[in-house]
């Protein structure tokens, strides 16, 4: 199974700083049709995850422009221009290159 | 607008069965690969089962249920069902249900039910 490791697990940051977020996988994510085979999802409290970032760099529908993913084969990175409070919550990131698809064990953003 | 509701949660001893059911809606169901995605109390995500659209059928098993678990849909009800045999202490979890994003099955979940809670306790 792909091993998916995050860091940090716990992310302290003051509204309008950026903030960032490292996924690396125990093995390329690169699909042989040039994607990237790595998401991103956010479960804010109370809530189900919702996906922000697919195939590596693509918003999803909805998403505001302050979230942006970056990376290639092993190594990954979520990052946020401008934290607001309702960015509140744990952060995901999951290969989906193949079964079993595995999450990272997430991180946990919280406001100073 | 996407709808996706499971049912089928409760309280059963170790070693007894369950079947979880999500009701989806707002989609053509039958060209989607869906998946189980389960949470356990405090803990993080992990991906249990999924099956492709299409037609195919085709399904997929994480290691820790393969051989007690059993995915399936019928695609004329737009439904999807996972049959739990064999339950364990750490099959306790919200059970979610996810549509993927697109109908080649990437595994993108653009949308999730709101989870059914399965609680294994004697």
């Known amino acids: 199974d792909i091993v998916m490791t995050q860091s940090p697990l716990s992310l302290p940051v003051t509204p309008g700083e950026p903030a960032s977020i490292s996924c690396r996988s125990s093995?390329?994510?690169?699909?042989?049709?040039?994607?990237?085979?790595l998401d991103w999802y956010l479960q804010k409290p109370g809530q189900s995850p919702q996906l922000l970032i697919y195939?590596?760099?693509n918003r999803a529908s909805g998403v505001p422009d302050r979230f942006s993913g970056s990376g290639s084969g092993t190594d990954f990175t979520l990052k946020i221009s401008r934290v607001e409070a309702e960015d509140v919550g744990v952060y995901y990131c999951?290969?989906?290159?193949?079964?079993?698809?595995?999450f990272g064990l997430g991180t946990r953003l919280e406001i100073k | 607008e996407v709808q996706l509701l499971e049912s089928g949660g409760g309280l059963v001893q170790p070693g007894g069965s369950l079947t979880l059911s999500c009701a989806a809606s707002?989609?053509?169901?039958?060209?989607?690969?869906m998946s189980w995605v389960r949470q356990a109390p405090g803990k993080g995500l992990e991906w249990v089962s999924g099956?492709?659209?299409?037609?195919?059928?085709?399904?997929y098993y994480a290691g820790s249920v393969k051989g007690r678990f059993t995915i399936s849909r019928d695609n004329s009800k737009n439904m999807m069902y996972l049959h739990m045999n064999s339950l364990r202490d750490e099959d306790t979890a919200v059970y979610y249900c996810?549509?993927?994003?697109?109908?080649?099955?990437?595994?993108?979940?653009?949308?999730w039910g709101q989870g059914t809670l399965v609680t294994v306790s004697s």
């Open positions: 996810a549509k993927d994003r697109e109908p080649d099955g990437m595994w993108q979940f653009d949308y």
């Open positions: 707002g989609f053509t169901f039958q060209t989607y690969t």
């Open positions: 099956i492709l659209g299409g037609g195919g059928g085709t399904t």
């Open positions: 093995q390329s994510l690169l699909h042989s049709n040039a994607y990237n085979c």
């Open positions: 195939l590596g760099s």
């Open positions: 999951v290969q989906g290159l193949q079964t079993p698809i595995t």
